[in-house]
């Protein structure tokens, strides 16, 4: 194994000051725990009994991977769950559901019976347009209010709904139209991104000559411009104002479809997958429980785009079944100055905050000045999730911010982050992912399926069901199967690498496919990066392989650096320290620093236009989910530069 592994999963145990414990907390999570020794569907009976039935399951769970179900035969309404029952208890009606920001500086706070009065209208208003239980409908929105109640709108009828990033272009808006069968599009006219209008009415009126099924189109003017309408669109303002009597949460059975989503990647057609209704509710609720730490009081800032699922896991489906207040951001974290993080969470009063690991190192970058100048008495706790957490990320995060950082694991297709350190119990390791939660299980496991000891690296395998894992892809039950099950049978395989440290904690190293293969000599990307990361002048970093005609493969890296650091020097040493702790064979073939990483809206940086450019001299793949064309400009520039 390589050293820098071996050094990372030796990483200490940071026992929670007594400041940051909760003793309820810990009775309560030991208390899981037990539930799940025993037996994990007691678990999952316990989380589903905080929810309100309609009527109760039959059993827990049938079946097992990859064909099972969840709550069989109890009915719910997961709107009802989420917004009727703090809106009809006269000690939370009152309560602020969410308070919004625009990133021009508006802001709009909702309460818990004011979003249940217009997430009500708005449903009344989809089935005047003759939606009703099983039609897909889109959501191209923007973090907005109408995010919520659009969403909600379509649990409350039964609608199947799928979240588009607001940052798609046409063809990415077609092809995932297309391949849902959307019967309908919320929309807004724009949205306001770096002090720009993005215009998401108008992409999608270019999308539409191609899409056939799609026959109503419901217009948010976002902007106050009043656009004029065409045919087949109507005002959201307009469906809202016509329907105060609203219409009744439907019952529904716990497995029906609730939410498709589309996966990230590289593959050609568009790999939408499928959530059921009571197990996202169930699922999600107590991720935002044990992950957030929610009580009575708090405001919990997801700070993440509403596609990318973590906000509907976090907010509006998990966050909200907590009964919590959500404070939702439209714009861009660092616009129209480096302070405006900060200053959101003054204004809010902001508890606890979600994000990528990108952000941290975004702040990171901004210095210490900065964040001195705003400590921030609110806040609470920041987890992360979407990619690994470096060491020197998380450990100048929590010194500096003085909250604990929780970094969470999981993926679009299990619905949920499932393994974390428990918030005001576990102790913390420096971006370890902690243990998996109650009713979920792992394994490590080789190429053959065979399960390996702590310290070795190997394939991370989900052993059984749980409710938020994804039932299927949309339209094509075999494309599930094979994506998932076939190397593995009865294991979901993540596709990602993962090593278990002696105190059973989870250290996910990246995509199996980021392993790449330098004369003859495996290694992850992943592993390069956490030792280029550890230098103290570096930000962040990425590292892909690329072809090689005497090694086969090399890793090459690109880098943004702290204010002040040579380039030139620092890229020396990179090159050096990798050789020394990893092997020659591992050796940075080139360095590139450059001012900004392509980013999606999530935080994930997006390695395969890297490589694209080292390889192609271009990119080939779809750009449109990237949060900044000018970080892609600056790196074709360094690449250009370096020729």
Avoid at 23 to 30: C, G, L, Q
Avoid at 84 to 89: G, L, V
Avoid at 390 to 419: C, K, M, R
Avoid at 620 to 626: F, K, Q, V
């Amino acid at each position: 194994m390589a050293d820098s592994v071996e050094q990372l999963i030796s990483v200490p145990l940071q026992e929670l000051p007594q400041r940051w414990r909760s003793a309820s907390r810990a009775e309560e999570i030991a208390r899981a725990r037990a539930l799940h020794d025993r037996d994990p569907d007691e678990y999952w009976a316990w989380a589903a009994g905080k929810q309100r039935w309609m009527r109760p399951w039959d059993e827990v769970r049938s079946g097992d991977l990859p064909e099972f179900r969840y709550f069989t035969g109890g009915l719910l309404n997961v709107a009802d769950n989420c917004v009727d029952r703090w809106a009809e208890d006269p000690a939370t009606a009152d309560r602020a559901a969410v308070v919004w920001e625009g990133e021009p500086g508006d802001t709009r706070t909702v309460t818990y019976a004011e979003l249940a009065r217009e997430t009500s209208a708005l449903a009344a208003g989809l089935l005047e347009l003759g939606i009703g239980k099983g039609d897909v409908v889109a959501i191209y929105l923007p973090n907005l209010v109408e995010a919520f109640t659009a969403i909600h709108a379509c649990n409350r009828i039964g609608a199947i709904y799928t979240v588009l990033f607001s940052g798609f272009g046409k063809d990415a808006v077609t092809a995932r139209l297309k391949v849902s069968g959307a019967k309908a599009v919320v929309v807004a006219d724009a949205s306001y991104r770096r002090g720009k209008l993005v215009p998401l009415l108008e992409t999608l009126r270019t999308a539409r000559p191609g899409l056939p099924d799609l026959g109503h189109v419901v217009v948010l003017d976002r902007t106050g411009r009043d656009l004029p309408l065409e045919a087949g669109e109507v005002s959201y303002a307009d469906l809202v104002a016509r329907h105060p009597e609203g219409t009744p949460a439907v019952p529904l059975e716990a497995n029906d479809p609730a939410f498709l989503i589309f996966t990230s990647g590289t593959e050609s057609t568009p790999k939408g997958v499928v959530h059921s209704v009571a197990g996202f509710l169930v699922g999600t609720w107590a991720n935002a429980y044990w992950q957030a730490g929610l009580e009575q009081g708090d405001v919990y800032w997801v700070a993440a785009d509403v596609g990318w699922l973590t906000f509907p896991i976090q907010a509006v489906i998990g966050g909200l079944a907590c009964g919590t207040t959500i404070a939702c951001y439209e714009g861009a974290l660092d616009t129209p100055t480096k302070e405006r993080f900060y200053e959101f969470c003054e204004r809010h009063e902001v508890t606890q905050v979600l994000a990528a690991p990108t952000v941290l190192r975004m702040l990171r970058s901004f210095g210490e000045d900065l964040c001195a100048a705003h400590p921030l008495p609110h806040l609470k706790l920041i987890t992360v999730q979407g990619e690994p957490l470096d060491a020197e990320t998380f450990t100048w995060a929590g010194a500096h911010l003085d909250v604990p950082i929780v970094n969470a694991y999981g993926q679009t297709e299990t619905g949920s982050t499932w393994t974390y350190p428990v918030t005001g119990v576990d102790a913390l390791k420096a971006g370890s992912a902690g243990r998996p939660l109650p009713g979920h299980d792992c394994e490590i496991v080789d190429d053959d399926g065979l399960p390996v000891p702590a310290g070795t690296k190997g394939n991370l395998v989900i052993t059984r069901p749980f409710p938020t894992l994804a039932r299927t892809v949309w339209g094509d039950h075999e494309r599930y199967l094979s994506a998932y099950f076939n190397q593995f049978p009865g294991r979901y395989n993540t596709k990602d690498e993962a090593v278990l440290d002696a105190d059973g904690h989870l250290w996910v190293l990246g995509r199996a496919d980021d392993v790449i293969n330098v004369a003859a000599h495996r290694i992850s990307t992943m592993e390069i990066e956490g030792v280029v990361t550890a230098h103290e002048r570096v930000a962040e970093a990425a590292v892909v392989g690329v072809p090689d005609p005497t090694k086969g493969t090399v890793p090459i890296a690109f880098v943004t650096l702290l204010a002040g650091a040579d380039a030139d020097s620092v890229s020396a040493e990179l090159i050096r320290r990798v050789g020394e702790e990893l092997g020659g064979y591992a050796r940075l073939a080139k360095v590139y620093p450059v001012t900004a990483l392509p980013k999606t809206r999530t935080g994930k940086t997006m390695r395969r236009l890297l490589r694209d450019v080292l390889v192609e001299g271009a990119p080939r793949g779809d750009t449109s989910a990237m949060e900044d064309p000018g970080a892609l400009d600056a790196v074709l520039t360094a690449v250009s530069a370096a020729r």
